[in-house]
């Protein structure tokens, strides 16, 4: 099963296409990983969440952050039991996250988060006031990389 990296752009293109990823954090009862939706834009990933709970007290006490997001392409069957595979693309992006303040670019980016799911559907626009109802965290990449498990030739 060969491997194949990405290159930076193909990492950073598979990122801006999808929209579910999963977020790493470490905490005082250690590692932590949730599923969640994200947007990338200008660079950096953005997510929504609650204004409390764990994923945010483990950011408070440990900005590093892992975030990952993989598509299965398709399974691999075989006669052999070491045969057998997935072939599959990932991207990790290792990074710091912090929370975003108030104010227009947080509505922005919520209403981007909203865009990716409404699919071209009609719905109110996230204003400065319904922003303060959650929280958003900016993650900035120190890291992006990606590979591809793929077939050989």
Known sequence: MPQQLLTPDEAIDF???????RLATVGADGPYITPLHYVFDS????????REGK??????SNPRVCFEVSEVD???????????GTRYTSVLVFGVAAL??????????LNL??????????????????A??????EI????????RNIDAL
């Not at 990122?15 to 990823?21: A, C, I």
């Not at 975003?100 to 509505?107: D, L, Q």
């Open 55 to 60: 994923k945010l007290d483990n950011i408070r």
């Open 140 to 147: 900035v990449p120190e890291t992006i990389s990606g590979k």
């Open 74 to 84: 398709k399974p691999v069957f075989s006669a052999r039991a070491c045969g057998y």
């Open 113 to 130: 988060l909203v865009d990716r799911q409404a699919e071209g559907r009609l719905y109110q626009p996230v204003d400065a006031a319904m």
């Open 100 to 109: 975003m303040p108030e104010g227009e670019r947080k509505a922005e980016i």
């Open 15 to 21: 990122l801006r296409q999808r929209f579910l990823g």
């Open 43 to 50: 660079g950096r990933l953005y997510f929504h969440c609650a």
């Open 132 to 137: 303060k109802l959650c929280e958003v965290v």
